[in-house]
T-cell receptor, first 115, second 109 residues
């Protein structure tokens, strides 16, 4: 069962507008979330994170919002630029009984910024 | 250079062959992971390791074997490659956020 879900496989946005990428999770024990960005032929790179004690975290053009009651988070990119075209993954660390942690990823959303 | 490196970047192998994908990190992070990326599935965890000599299965471990005799290395072996194992494989280490290698594109023919 997928614990982190990104239900939109793709999103197309005009340059300069806002891009909103969504992510839902099912595990109420998740207390930290990360967004990764991936270009073709490269590994994913960390973009921004948020702790469950916050409902918003901002870093330049990127803002992540967390709605714990809805088990939903979103990544906002304002303004969108052509270089933002990439696949975006939402992820959360899952803590196992023995204390180990593993990162669980969503399916990814391919964002295309059109000039 | 500090970082995480995977080798080879590209590999074509035949069904039934044994293949080993290498992963090396320079930070001495405790956690290391192997993921595969497939269309429609995102990044799925194959195996992970919390420290040297401690490994555990992820979501899709069947057909794979890992070892971690040293903190900095985490090789992934396909014991008898199958076409369904054609994929892009990513190794990662974690301290806070995870840092990924550039990936190995494996094709099994």
């Amino acid at each position: 069962d997928q614990q982190v879900k990104q239900n939109s496989p793709s999103l197309s946005v005009q340059e300069g507008r806002i891009s909103i990428l969504n992510c839902d999770y099912t595990n109420s024990m998740f207390d930290y979330f990360l967004w990764y960005k991936k270009y073709p032929a490269e590994g994913p790179t960390f973009l921004i994170s948020i702790s469950s004690i916050k409902d918003k975290n901002e870093d330049g053009r990127f803002t992540v919002f967390l709605n714990k009651s809805a088990k939903h988070l979103s990544l906002h990119i304002v303004p969108s630029q052509p270089g933002d075209s990439a696949v975006y993954f939402c992820a959360a660390p899952e803590t196992l009984i023995q204390g180990a942690q593993k990162l669980v990823f969503g399916q990814g959303t391919r964002l295309t910024i059109n000039p | 250079d500090a970082g995480i490196t995977q080798s080879p970047r590209y590999k074509i192998t035949e069904t039934g062959r044994q293949v080993t994908l290498m992963c090396h990190q320079t930070w001495s992070h405790s956690y290391m992971f192997w993921y595969r990326q497939d269309l429609g599935h995102g990044l799925r965890l194959i195996y992970y390791s919390a420290a040297a000599d401690i490994t555990d299965k992820g979501e899709v471990p069947d057909g794979y074997v890992v070892s971690r005799s040293k903190t900095e290395n985490f090789p992934l072996t396909l014991e008898s490659a199958t076409r369904s194992q054609t994929s892009v494989y990513f190794c990662a280490s974690r301290h806070g956020e995870a840092f990924f290698g550039q990936g190995t594109r494996l094709t099994v023919v």
